[in-house]
């Protein structure tokens, strides 16, 4: 059987590649957009609270260690993954506790280190 290149064909070819075009811009900007705000801030310590240690392990996750080499700037990438890991055996180990939506991260902690002893 022969392939027989469409007219729609072509147009899905044009329209994939304008939005990786414009996803391709959109990155450059919040990488440049990261390294002037971490030049704004010097090299001194950033200190994340959790939840916003948690969306960045998820994300990095995502991404794999070696797009995050390129990408991360503000911890480096073994640190984002060490982060997921954390997360997500505390996540595991939480199921077994009947939880609310509205806990805290600090009761969150108190109900692992109950179940942990």
């Not at 392939?3 to 900007?29: D, G, T």
């Not at 609270?49 to 911890?75: E, H, M, P, Y």
């Not at 506790?97 to 600090?106: A, N």
């Amino acid at each position: 059987m022969n392939f027989v290149l469409q007219p729609w064909h072509i147009m899905i070819l044009v329209v994939s590649a304008w939005v990786n075009r414009e996803q391709a811009q959109a990155i450059e900007y919040l990488m440049a957009e990261n390294k002037v705000i971490r030049e704004k801030l010097g090299k001194g310590r950033i200190l994340l609270n959790d939840d916003q240690r948690r969306r960045l392990a998820v994300k990095g996750k995502v991404l794999g260690r070696k797009a995050l080499s390129s990408i991360a700037t503000i911890v480096s990438p073994d640190t984002i993954l060490r982060w997921r890991c954390v997360y997500q055996s505390i996540s595991d180990s939480i199921q077994l506790v009947p939880t609310h939506s509205t806990l805290t991260s600090i009761q969150i902690l108190n109900y692992f280190t109950m179940y942990v002893q």
